[in-house]
């Protein structure tokens, strides 16, 4: 049995502790997240104890491993900022995988992985670390996804995708085989990916086609063109 903290108290915390709930030998300990308000409640049964700031105290008290309950709307370096804080404070990232997805033996992922209900995952597919494959997403043989990549409900990449650290696949959108999504881009809702898209780029519609650049420097609290609010 391990003791696991959540870090963060919305939507996508809860499909998380109802993952967790269905693996044997995970105790959930409770959830940490910067809102006041919400401290002293309790999500899904699971107490919230409070901020960020209780992550020492409860790492030397034996509470080892945490998972991620912060998904993203578009910029996942928020997730990024949370997951490596978590590392920094000694904790082991745990992972959640739904007993419903499909996973290829041959399929390698990384550490704290984040695979919802009816997600495939097929041959030789590379993932990397903290990466979200959300309910119903299809991640094809042989693509390799970075670090910190959230594929959104419902999203496909066809075979030998390729998708840089951090970027974002809507909810719904295809990605044509052997195509390159740059670090840090957002693909939005619904969109046909058929030509590469450059790092930093926002893409949108039928074919993809460029919205606007982003500032890797900024951070976007919430993309109106991803369609993810989990």
């Known amino acids: 049995m391990i003791s696991v903290i959540g870090l963060g108290a919305g939507g996508h915390a809860r499909v998380v502790i109802e993952i967790l709930r269905l693996m044997d030998g995970v105790e959930l300990v409770g959830l ?9 409640t309790e999500i899904l049964g699971v107490p919230v104890l409070g901020g960020d700031e209780l992550m020492p105290d409860l790492h030397r008290k034996g509470v080892l491993y945490a998972f991620i309950g912060l998904g993203g709307t578009g910029d996942t370096g928020p997730r990024q900022r949370l997951y490596e804080k978590a590392l920094g404070e000694g904790f082991e990232p745990v992972a959640a995988v739904h007993p419903q997805a499909v996973i290829s033996p041959s399929a390698q992922i990384g550490k704290g992985p984040n695979v919802m209900a009816g997600a495939i995952i097929n041959s030789a597919a590379i993932l990397g670390d903290n990466v979200i494959v959300n309910t ?5 043989h042989d693509c390799t996804i970075d670090d910190h990549v959230h594929i959104a409900t419902g999203a496909k990449l066809a075979s030998s995708v390729i998708i840089g650290e951090g970027a974002h696949v809507g909810v719904g959108a295809v990605v044509r085989q052997s ?3 740059g670090e840090g881009a957002i693909v939005g809702a619904g969109a046909v990916v058929v030509r590469d898209v450059e790092p930093w780029s ?4 039928i074919p993809a086609r460029l919205l606007r650049l982003r500032d890797p420097e900024v951070v976007d ?7 993810s609010a989990s």
């Open 221 to 227: 609290i919430r993309s109106p063109v991803s369609g």
């Open 32 to 40: 940490l997240d910067p809102k006041d308000e919400l401290w002293q």
């Open 202 to 205: 926002v893409v949108v519609g």
């Open 179 to 181: 195509i390159g999504i």
């Open 136 to 140: 119903g997403a299809v991640v094809e």
